[in-house]
């Protein structure tokens, strides 16, 4: 048609009416609200009952997102999608009318189950009367010529087909509603691209800070939900994250349990997904282009369907090259469907959620091993009295008559032997006593209940019992403490820590060498260090140094009599009493042992 046609007052109202639609879309601020201005421009203006504006998604559908003039058509169209390959057979079945595309009603009978909405009217008796099956539609295209949505228009004032004129200014329309939609539809996904950009920043950040793989996914699941727009998710862990079968964590009163056929499946695709480091989505409206069978797939649809589920974006989680789980999130009926920027956004997330179920199961596991030590380490520990105290009986039994035989008359050769049990004895019940003080500081169901403790008067105290041995190998030992050092803890087991740390300095010193003690606090705790010049500890030795029943491999320091638990004993009284302690030394110059503990 010629478009050199004379402007007259009806086309400068129009053309004022337009300026007028034009503003108040771009002043809308969602997508379908500013579509549904066009959409009643073009009822208001260009003389129609029904206008229809779809666009075009990210999946190759076009999606109707605004319906004005008629309620019914409106319940009936809004939201439907339609591949792009249809519009090309109605572009095939059309009369070009410059850039509109007008169907006539004998073109698509036969079709009427295929166009969605069809109006109930009687024709007029006119040669150019608009028939209830005719159809005009207008693509919308960019400024390379491709397609972003369609403009629809049905029932035409007065009747009958558009004229000349009507058709000359439903051009000018459709020409500047190109434009307006796709910066619209860039606006939209602008503002889409913002939004999930902050969601996944929100779900990161959430996730990040879990330690427990249930609080994880309760924590993240409202996030996820909302930033996605979804209407559920679930959470398919393979191996249940290593505690044992699969377990399917669910967020609503969905229930979710997967057909044999489809765990396999979704392990698999789970797998795949994850090494191409992509998404799926399980839709009807799209191709089951997936990488899934097709059997499969059409299982996993009727699936879906049988939970109200009609779409759902498959996102694989993992860490590394494994993965550990399969995201579903799902969307009811009558939801829009996934677009390119979902995908994209789910798929930069699942590496950061992989991680943190990754550091969760591995702090799950490590908190269970700590736990089964912990329980050894008390059943050890009863142990240990046990058979202390079983020992205990007879061996006092053993002393006591040696006791009385010490009076007896006897022969020289009977009393080195009776000597000779009595030294076994005693060591023995130095065994068993050590033994009973490493149960009694190693059960972890044991609390410290610590009071002011002087370390000055415990160091003094062990000084005083080696006193004797020290002066007759011409031992020197200085004590240099500072004013009130005191510690918090339990008297006893700190007297036992000074005493061993003194004893070991003096029975592996050289004679006539010396032993420093000191003794220091600063705000928050104080310190105690023995040093000697005495044999030392090679670098072997000190990996080993606390355990329990460790004697050095050093033949001087195996000369010297002992059960290899003192120093045991000593970490051990440490570690209650939420200290530290230090070895410093160096085979054939000495060693300094230092302790720290909390202040009083």
Known sequence: MPENIEETDEDAAFLHGFDRI???????????DSLRVLADGVCEVAGFGVAALSVLRDAGHLEIVAVAGNSEAERELLGLTRPISELEKDIADSVAWGTLRFVPHEYVLGREDDMGWVP???????????????MLFAPLLDED???????????????????????SLLRRYVDVSSRVVGALLERERAAEELRLAAAARNIVRVASGQLSLDQLIEASQ??????????????????NFGRGADAIYSTDDREVVLPPELVDAAHSAARAAWAAQR??????ERPAATGIDPAVFESTLRYFESINVATALLVSLGAGEECLGLLVLVRNPGSREWRRSDARWAREISQDLGRAMFNARTFERERKVLEEVRALDSYKSRLIATVSHELRTPLTGILGYLELLEDAQVGPDTRRQLNVVERNARRLEGLVVDLLTLSRVGDPA????????????????????????AARRNLRID???????????????????CSNLVSNAVKYSHDGGSVRITLGADADSVTLAVSDDGLGISEADQANLFGEFFRSTNPEALAQPGTGLGLAIVQRIVQRHRGRIEVDSVLGEGSTFTVTLPRA
Not at 446 to 469: F, I, M
Not at 479 to 493: K, L, N, T
């Open 22 to 32: 034009l503003s108040g879309a771009w002043s809308a601020q969602l997508l379908a």
């Open 120 to 134: 109930t009217f009687t024709p007029l008796e006119h040669e150019d009367a608009w028939h209830p099956l005719d």
């Open 145 to 167: 010529g491709e397609v972003r949505g369609v403009l629809t228009v049905d029932l035409p004032v007065g009747g009958l087909r558009p004229g000349p004129r009507q058709q």
């Open 222 to 239: 409202p996030e996820i939900i909302d930033g996605f727009r979804a209407e559920g998710m679930w959470l398919h862990a393979f191996d």
């Open 279 to 284: 998404v799926i989505v399980i839709s009807r």
């Open 446 to 469: 044991r609390p410290v209940s610590p009071l002011p403790v002087d370390l000055r008067t415990l160091v003094a105290s062990a000084v005083e019992l080696v006193g004797l041995e």
């Open 479 to 497: 004590v240099v403490a500072q004013e009130h050092v005191v510690a918090a803890g339990e008297s006893a087991e700190l007297d036992r820590l």
